[in-house]
């Protein structure tokens, strides 16, 4: 019963190994491999850094978009400004009339700007401004942020990337592994049974 026993308890081992790498594989193709949306960029007397959340966004769902904006002289945050957030996507015929909010709330054909809100709080840093925006299309946009204070007038871009909206990818493979797993544990029970018994297959 013992030398039984032992390459059943391996073989669990070895697929309980194989679901949870087989899951993490699948977690990060859920993500599309994208790296971080943190960025930095000085643009006149500011440095800004976005912040996106989540890290990918996914077309036609709510994302948030977070900067902070500090003086490039002092790092000393900037505080009381007007940002204003206007997105449109880099590689569309139609990029100039293209914009980050959702189709509801304005029409393809005309740019929008969105203002984006000074944050205050036990949690925020003092210059954090945020605007929750939905990107329409998946693909390469722009988030043209333009920052007017009494330092002066003055806008930076960055490139932000939309992933595409589609199956839950960590759910299916998570899924797939534990029917593996029953059915591959069922045939061992199956197995044992019959030779403790002396029957066959």
């Known amino acids: 019963m013992n030398t039984s026993r032992k390459p059943s308890k391996r073989i669990l081992f070895s697929l309980a190994l194989l679901l ?8 990060i193709l859920a ?3 994208h790296e971080g949306t943190k960025q930095e960029q000085d643009t006149g007397p500011y440095n800004v850094i976005l912040e996106t959340e989540p890290e990918t966004i996914v077309a036609n769902e709510a994302a948030t978009i977070k900067i902070t904006v500090t003086k490039m002289a002092d790092g000393e945050a900037v505080i009381g400004a007007e940002i204003i957030n206007k997105a449109t996507m880099e590689d569309s015929a139609d990029s100039s009339g293209m ?4 189709d509801k709330d304005v029409g393809m054909d005309k740019p929008v700007e969105t203002v ?6 036990m949690d925020m840093e003092p210059g954090t401004y945020m605007a929750e925006i939905s990107f329409n299309e998946p693909g ?14 003055s806008t930076v871009e960055f490139p932000v990337s939309i992933a ?13 592994g534990l029917v593996v797993i029953a059915a591959i544990v069922a045939g061992i029970i ?4 019959i030779t403790e018994t002396g029957g066959t297959l």
């Not at 914009?99 to 959702?102: A, F, I």
């Not at 595409?164 to 797939?176: E, H, K, L, Q």
């Not at 199956?190 to 049974?193: G, H, M, P, T």
């Open 20 to 27: 949870f790498t087989f899951s993490f594989a699948t977690n």
């Open 31 to 33: 993500s599309g491999g």
């Open 99 to 102: 914009s980050g909010m959702d």
């Open 116 to 121: 984006m809100q000074e944050q205050s709080g």
């Open 140 to 153: 390469h946009w722009e988030e043209a942020i333009s920052i007017t204070s009494p330092l002066g007038q």
């Open 164 to 176: 595409n909206s589609g199956p839950n990818y960590v759910f299916i493979g998570i899924v797939a």
């Open 190 to 193: 199956k197995k044992k049974k």
